[in-house]
C-alpha cells in the first residue's frame, strides 16, 4: 500500500479534585506507568496523552521520576500532550470566561512543565456543543476530540466518512473536530489484537475518498488500560495485551502508521465542514434521562444492537448532559452556587487576589460530582466535599470575616422561585421558601464545609438489574457459592453485600434542614425511614410565604410562614407554621424559633416534626464521626437507625473535618435518627454508600383555640470535634 493508513491513539488521563491518594497510587501502579514504560520500550510507536491538573499536580508532587520520563517521550516527539480544562470540567457549563481561563491555564502548565507546543485539547467526557467552538479557539486550541457519533446522529457515514477531520466554527472562531471511533473503543482492548488490526487492514484497503491518507483515532480514558476490574491482567499480566499491540503496529508499519493529531493537522487539510449537535457518547446520553425513560432507551438501544440495526441506533442519541441538572437537584444546587460565586469572582479588580480565587473556583468545576452514570459521580461524597471546598475558599476571598453579613434575595437554583441567601461568617445559610421553606446549605466557612451536603435515595435505571438478579437468584455477592454464573447469562451482577435490594428506598423530597412534618400518631421510624408512611400536613414541599428579610451589619433575619392544613383523623385542619431563622455575624450559631398556631373553635392535637441534615463524610465508621446524645460521652454511629426520648441537645462530629455540629432545642422532643443510603454501582458491583443522616425532633402537641405553641432550635457550629 503506498498510502500509509494511520493509527492515533489517545489516552485520556485524570483523578478528580478530592480523589484519596490511594486510588491515584493505585492507577499510577497499573496504568500510567505501564504505558509509559511501554512506550519506551518501543519508540516508534506514536500517541497522544491528556492528563488533567489535578492529576498532574500530583504527579509533580509524589512521583516526580514519572513526569520526568514522560517528558522525555515528549521531547522526542513521541508523545503529544493536549489540553483541556485544567480541573477537567464540563466546559459547555461554565461561564466563557472560565472556559477560556481553565484551557488556558491547563496549556500553560503543560508547556512549562514539559517544554512542548499545545494544539489540542481534551474535552472531559466528550460533552460537545456548538457555542464551544468560540471559547475554544480563543484560548488558543485548534482541535478537540469528540465521538463519531455525534457526527453520525447528523448524517456522516461512519464506514467512509470519519477516517479525518473536519473543521467548525462560531461566529467565525474555527475549530478542527477529529472523531473517535466507536469501533476502535469497544475493540481495544477487549478484542483480540488479530480483530483490531484486521479491522484496521480492512479500513486501510478501502478506496480513498480524498487525496490524503485516512486516519482512525481512537480516544479513551487511561483507566481502561489497567484500573478498571480485571484489565491490569488483561493489559499488562499474562494477557500482555498492550505489548501484543505495540508489537503488532510494529510488524505492520508498512500500512499502518500511528501517529498524533497535531502531527496530522500540519500536513493534511480538513474532509470539509461539520457542524455537530450538542451530545456526549451514547451511554452518557442514556444516563442523563429521566429514569424510567434511561431504562428504555437502554433497552430499545440493546434489542436494535442486537438486530444490528445502525441504521437506527445512529439517530438515536437520549438526553444532554444538561439533564443531570433536571435529574438532581444536588447537582443543579452546586452548579448555580458555582455560577454565583464565579459572578461574584469576575466582578472583582483584577490583581493577585481575583487570580488566586479563580483557581479555587476553577477547582470547584471539576465535573465529577455534577453528573452521574453506572459508577460513582455525585453519590461519591469525597468528590462533592472537595468541590464545595473549592467554591468556599473562593468565595472567602471575595468576602472575609471583615465583611458585613448579607441577604439576598434571588432565585439561585433558577427554578422560577425566589431563594434568600444569607452571607455571614462563619456561617452561610441557603434556604428555599418555595420549597417548604427548607434549608438546603448550611457553610461553615472557615473550613470551607457545607454541613448539609446530603442526598436524597433516588431512583436509578440500573437498580433494575439488581432486583431482577436477586429474584432469579443470579446476583453474586459475597455470600454467593464460589462459582461463575450459567454462561446463558450475558451479563454479571455483582453486588458488595448481601440484601441490597431491600435497601433500595426512594424519596418523594429533597432531604434538607428545617423541613416541616405533620406524622400520625401510628407512624412508626421504620416506615419514616423507608419513605412510606403517610405525611398528614401540606408543609414539606409547599410554599412559604416571606413574611420579612432584613438584614444589618450585626444580623439578618427571616421570617417565614405558611397557612397550611393538617388531617386529623377525617377532618382538615388549618393550621399556621410560623418560623423566624436569625443569624448574627461572627456568631457560629443559627437559631430558628417555631411557632404553632390555629384558627379552630376547639383544640387540636398534632404530631409535629423538624427534620434536620448533617453532611459528614466518613459518617458510616465510627473511627471518623460520632454522634453524642445529650452530652453523653459515649460516641454512637451516625449512619445508625435509633429513637431517643427526651432529648434536649446532642453533637455530630467529625475527626476528619475537625468539626462539631451541636443542636439545642428548647423543648424536650423525641429524637429519630437515620442515614441516607444510596445503592449505587462501583466497578466491583452494587453498594451501598453513606449519604449523610436525618434527624427527626417529634412533638405531640395538645393545641387549645388561641394557643400558640413554640419552640427553638440552635444548631451551632465549632472547629473542636468531640473526641471523648
Known amino acids: ?393 473562593a468565595e472567602n476571598a471575595v468576602s472575609d470575616h471583615e465583611s458585613p453579613i448579607q441577604l439576598t434575595r434571588a432565585d439561585l437554583d433558577l427554578d422560577g422561585y425566589e431563594d434568600v441567601i444569607i452571607s455571614g461568617w462563619p456561617l452561610n445559610s441557603y434556604w428555599s421558601p418555595a420549597r417548604g421553606g427548607a434549608l438546603f446549605e448550611l457553610d461553615y466557612r472557615p473550613a470551607h464545609y457545607n454541613l448539609a451536603n446530603v442526598m436524597t435515595r433516588q431512583r436509578e435505571a440500573y437498580h433494575i438489574e439488581l432486583v431482577e438478579a436477586a429474584a432469579d437468584n443470579t446476583l453474586i455477592t459475597p455470600l454467593s457459592p464460589h462459582q461463575e454464573p450459567e454462561s446463558s447469562r450475558s451479563k454479571v451482577v455483582r453486588a458488595k453485600e448481601a440484601g441490597l435490594e431491600h435497601l433500595l428506598i426512594y424519596d418523594w423530597h429533597r432531604h434538607g434542614s428545617f423541613i416541616d412534618h405533620f406524622i400520625a400518631p401510628s407512624t412508626t421510624l421504620n416506615e419514616f425511614y423507608h419513605a412510606q408512611y403517610a405525611e398528614q400536613g401540606d408543609f414539606i414541599n409547599q410554599p412559604y410565604e416571606v413574611l420579612n428579610a432584613t438584614c444589618n451589619e450585626a444580623e439578618a433575619i427571616l421570617r417565614l410562614q405558611r397557612r397550611g392544613q393538617v388531617w386529623i383523623g377525617e377532618v382538615r385542619r388549618d393550621v399556621i407554621v410560623h418560623k423566624t431563622a436569625y443569624q448574627q455575624q461572627h456568631s457560629p450559631a443559627l437559631r430558628v424559633v417555631y411557632n404553632l398556631s390555629h384558627n379552630a373553635d376547639q383544640a387540636v392535637d398534632l404530631r409535629f416534626g423538624v427534620e434536620t441534615v448533617v453532611g459528614f463524610d466518613g459518617g458510616q465508621d465510627l473511627h471518623y464521626c460520632a454522634l453524642h446524645i445529650n452530652d453523653a460521652h459515649e460516641r454512637l454511629l451516625l449512619n445508625a437507625i435509633r429513637e431517643f426520648e427526651a432529648i434536649t441537645r446532642y453533637t455530630a462530629d467529625t475527626n476528619l473535618r475537625n468539626l462539631t455540629l451541636r443542636t439545642e432545642i428548647s423543648r424536650p422532643c423525641f429524637l429519630w435518627q437515620y442515614p441516607l443510603e444510596t445503592i449505587s454501582l462501583s466497578e466491583a458491583g452494587f453498594e451501598r454508600g453513606y449519604q449523610g443522616t436525618v434527624f427527626l425532633h417529634l412533638w405531640n402537641i395538645h393545641l387549645a383555640p388561641g394557643e400558640t405553641w413554640q419552640v427553638t432550635i440552635t444548631q451551632s457550629v465549632q472547629q473542636m470535634a468531640t473526641r471523648n
Open 1 to 393: 500500500m503506498s498510502v500509509p493508513f494511520y493509527l492515533m491513539l489517545v489516552f485520556h488521563n485524570h483523578q478528580p479534585v478530592g480523589q484519596f491518594d490511594h486510588v491515584v497510587e493505585h492507577s499510577v501502579n497499573v496504568s500510567y506507568l505501564p504505558l509509559i514504560e511501554l512506550l519506551e520500550q518501543h519508540p516508534t510507536i506514536r500517541v497522544a496523552m491528556h492528563y488533567s491538573g489535578p492529576l498532574l499536580d500530583w504527579l509533580k508532587q509524589h512521583h516526580g521520576e514519572i513526569v520526568e520520563r514522560l517528558q522525555r517521550l515528549v521531547t522526542r516527539k513521541q508523545v503529544e500532550l493536549l489540553s483541556g480544562g485544567y480541573y477537567d470540567p464540563v466546559l459547555a457549563v461554565l461561564p466563557d470566561e472560565d472556559k477560556v481561563g481553565q484551557v488556558q491555564k491547563m496549556t500553560a502548565e503543560v508547556q512549562a512543565t514539559f517544554g512542548c507546543e499545545v494544539a489540542g485539547a481534551w474535552l472531559a467526557e466528550r460533552v460537545w456543543e456548538p457555542h464551544l467552538a468560540r471559547p475554544i479557539a480563543e484560548a488558543g486550541i485548534k482541535y478537540v476530540i469528540v465521538d463519531d457519533t455525534h457526527f453520525e446522529s447528523v448524517g456522516f457515514d461512519r464506514d467512509g466518512d470519519l477516517f479525518g477531520y473536519y473543521l467548525t466554527e462560531d461566529q467565525g472562531f474555527p475549530v478542527a473536530l477529529f472523531p473517535s471511533l466507536t469501533r476502535l473503543r469497544y475493540s481495544i482492548p477487549w478484542e483480540t489484537v488479530d480483530v483490531a488490526i484486521e479491522w484496521l487492514r480492512e479500513q486501510a484497503s478501502q478506496p480513498l475518498t480524498s487525496n490524503q491518507p485516512k486516519i482512525a483515532l481512537m480516544g479513551d480514558d487511561g483507566e481502561k488500560f489497567g484500573t478498571w476490574p480485571q484489565t491490569y491482567e488483561h493489559c499488562w499480566g499474562d494477557g500482555k495485551y498492550m505489548e501484543s499491540l505495540f508489537t503488532a503496529l510494529e510488524h505492520n508499519s508498512d500500512w499502518l502508521q500511528t501517529t498524533t493529531p497535531s502531527q496530522y493537522l500540519a500536513k493534511y487539510p480538513p474532509l470539509g465542514r461539520a457542524y455537530l449537535p450538542s451530545a456526549s457518547y451514547m451511554e452518557m446520553g442514556v444516563w442523563s434521562l429521566p429514569t424510567e425513560m434511561s431504562h428504555n432507551l437502554d433497552r430499545l438501544l440493546q434489542a436494535m444492537n442486537n438486530a444490528n440495526r445502525s441504521d437506527v441506533t445512529r439517530f438515536m442519541r437520549g438526553g444532554l448532559w444538561r439533564g443531570f441538572m433536571v435529574k438532581y437537584d444536588e447537582v443543579n444546587h452546586m452548579h448555580k452556587r458555582m455560577l454565583f460565586v464565579s459572578r461574584k469572582i469576575h466582578d472583582m479588580r483584577r490583581g493577585r487576589k481575583r487570580d488566586m480565587a479563580l483557581d479555587l473556583l476553577w477547582s470547584s468545576q471539576s465535573n465529577d460530582p455534577y453528573w452521574h452514570g453506572l459508577f460513582g459521580g455525585i453519590y461519591l461524597f469525597n468528590f462533592r466535599v472537595a468541590n464545595y471546598a473549592g467554591l468556599l475558599a
